[in-house]
C-alpha cells in the first residue's frame, strides 16, 4: 500500500457557542465564553455552570425513522456532518459522482453516548412507565456513527471510539490513517455529546471533576490558572470530511488543511481520573506524532492544549510540554479553547480540531480567557486573554487526553499543493 496524502474538505460544528461552525468562531473571536448559572442541576450536584445548546435543533432536513432511533449527541453530530458534507460537495452533497460508497466510511466518537435516555428509560421501566422502545438505539455508543452512516449511506469502514475526552481526536487520527493507508478514500471523523440528565452529571460530579465556582463565570473555566478547580460539562458536536488528496484535486475540493501526523499511546495509570505523574505516555504521544509527520519540535508553530481548567490536567499538560520541547516550549504560543466552549467530552478533540484549522488558514491564535492569575508552575506561553493576529502557521498540534489514560495528538498543516 503506497501513502496518500490526508486533506480536510469540510467541516462543521455545534455547540453552545453556535449551532454552525461560522458562528462558533466568529464567538470565539469576540471572546464569548458558552457556559452559563444552572440553579438546580438535581439532587446533590454541587456544580451549578454547564455548557447548554439553548436553540432548538434543526432536524427536519433528517428522515423521521434516523431521528426517532437516535438519542440527543448522535442528532448533534448529524447536524455538525450535513454542514462538513455541504462545504465539501455543495447543496446536493453527492459524493458518489466522486466516490465509489464501499470506499466512504465514518468514524464518530462518544464519552458517554445515550447515558441520558438510557437512565430516563431504565426509570421509566422501573416506574411502571412506558420506556421508549427505541431505548436499544438510544444507549448504543456506536448510533452516532450508524445514523451518519445510514443518512448519507456510506458503506465502507466504520467504527466508534469510546475514549472519553479523546474520543473524536482519536476518531480523526484512526480515520486518517485509513485514507493514508489505502483503506478508504473518504471518511467522516469526529464526535458528539450530550450529557445533561441529572444522574449523568451526578456520577461526574461526584468524583469532584467538575468546576467548583458557583457564581463567577470568568473563574468557572479558566485554564491554567491559580482560579481553576474543575471542568465545565458541555455539549455539541463536530466533524471532518477527510479526502484522498489526489482525489480530492481532481474534483477541485475545497482544500483547508491537511492532517500529517498521528499518535496514541496510554497511561495505564491506575488511578483512573489522573494524568499519569510519570509523563512517559503523554510526552510520547506528542513526540511520535511529530516523528510521524516527519517534523521536529522547532517546526510546531501553535499548539491547541488539552486544557480543561482542572487542578491536575493542566500542571502535568505543562510538564509534558516542557519536556517534549525543551527551551522551546517557552516560545510556543499555547492555548485552551475549552476556555469558550466548556468541556465537550467526546466532541472536544473534534472541534478543537477546527479551531486548529481555522487558526492555520485565518492566520489566528485564539487566546485562553479568564487567564487572570497564572498559576506560577504554569509558566509557558499559554496566551492570556488577548487573541494573536497575523500569525505565520504552518503546522500546529491537537492534543487531547481521556479519562482512562487515553491520549491522543493530531499534527495538522497549512496546506500546500
Known amino acids: 500500500m503506497r501513502s496518500h496524502r490526508v486533506v480536510v474538505t469540510g467541516y462543521g460544528g455545534i455547540c453552545s457557542l453556535g449551532t454552525n461552525f461560522d458562528d462558533i468562531w466568529r464567538a470565539v473571536l469576540a471572546k464569548k465564553m458558552g457556559y452559563t ?7 446533590e450536584i454541587k456544580t451549578t455552570i454547564f455548557g447548554h445548546i439553548r436553540d432548538a435543533l434543526s432536524v427536519t432536513q433528517f428522515s423521521k425513522r434516523i431521528i426517532k432511533n437516535t438519542p440527543r449527541f448522535a442528532r448533534l453530530g448529524l447536524i455538525a456532518t450535513d454542514e462538513a458534507m455541504t462545504m465539501a460537495f455543495g447543496e446536493s452533497q453527492n459524493f458518489t459522482d466522486y466516490y465509489n460508497e ?3 466510511g465514518v468514524i464518530f466518537g462518544t464519552g458517554w453516548g445515550g447515558f441520558d435516555d438510557a437512565a430516563a428509560n431504565y426509570y421509566a421501566y422501573q416506574d411502571v412507565k412506558a420506556p421508549s422502545i427505541q431505548n436499544c438505539f438510544h444507549s448504543m455508543p456506536s448510533i452516532g456513527t450508524a445514523a451518519i452512516t445510514v443518512n448519507w449511506q456510506f458503506k465502507g469502514y466504520q467504527n466508534t471510539p469510546v475514549a472519553a475526552c479523546a474520543s473524536s481526536n482519536i476518531a480523526i487520527g484512526d480515520a486518517y490513517l485509513k485514507i493514508k493507508n489505502g483503506q478508504a478514500k473518504m471518511m467522516i471523523a469526529g464526535g458528539g455529546e450530550s450529557t445533561m440528565g441529572s444522574f449523568a452529571i451526578w456520577s461526574i460530579d461526584v468524583l469532584s471533576a467538575l468546576t467548583k465556582e458557583k457564581v463567577d463565570l470568568t473563574k468557572a473555566c479558566c485554564p491554567f490558572s491559580l482560579d481553576r478547580s474543575g471542568f465545565i460539562l458541555s455539549e455539541g458536536a463536530a466533524v471532518v470530511c477527510l479526502e484522498d488528496l489526489e482525489t480530492a484535486q481532481k474534483r477541485g475540493a475545497p482544500i483547508f488543511g491537511e492532517i500529517i501526523g498521528y499518535a496514541n499511546y496510554s497511561d495505564a495509570y491506575v488511578n483512573l481520573t489522573a494524568p499519569a505523574p510519570d509523563l512517559h505516555s503523554r510526552t510520547l504521544t506528542t513526540q511520535k506524532a511529530i516523528e510521524y509527520a516527519n517534523l521536529n519540535v522547532q517546526d510546531i ?3 491547541n492544549a488539552h486544557g480543561t481548567s482542572t487542578p491536575m490536567n493542566d500542571l502535568n499538560e505543562t510538564q509534558v510540554i516542557k519536556q517534549v520541547f525543551g527551551q522551546r516550549a517557552y516560545q ?5 479553547t475549552k476556555s469558550y466552549t466548556g468541556h465537550l467530552i467526546g466532541a472536544a478533540g473534534a ?8 487558526s492555520l488558514t485565518d492566520g489566528v ?22 487573541h494573536l493576529f ?9 492534543v487531547n487526553y481521556g479519562f482512562g489514560g487515553a491520549n491522543s495528538c493530531l499534527v495538522i498543516e497549512r496546506y500546500q499543493p
Not at 37 to 43: D, F, L, M, Q, R
Not at 332 to 336: A, D, E, M, Q
Not at 366 to 384: E, Q
Open 332 to 336: 510556543i504560543p499555547i492555548s485552551s
Open 102 to 104: 464501499y470506499d466512504c
Open 301 to 303: 508553530d501553535y499548539i
Open 37 to 43: 448559572i444552572w440553579e438546580n442541576p438535581g439532587k
Open 390 to 398: 497575523k500569525q505565520n502557521l504552518n503546522h500546529v498540534l491537537n
Open 351 to 358: 472541534m478543537e480540531t477546527l479551531f486548529c484549522l481555522k
Open 365 to 386: 491564535i485564539p487566546a485562553t480567557i479568564n487567564l487572570n492569575r497564572p498559576d506560577p508552575d504554569c509558566d509557558l506561553n499559554y496566551v492570556p486573554n488577548e
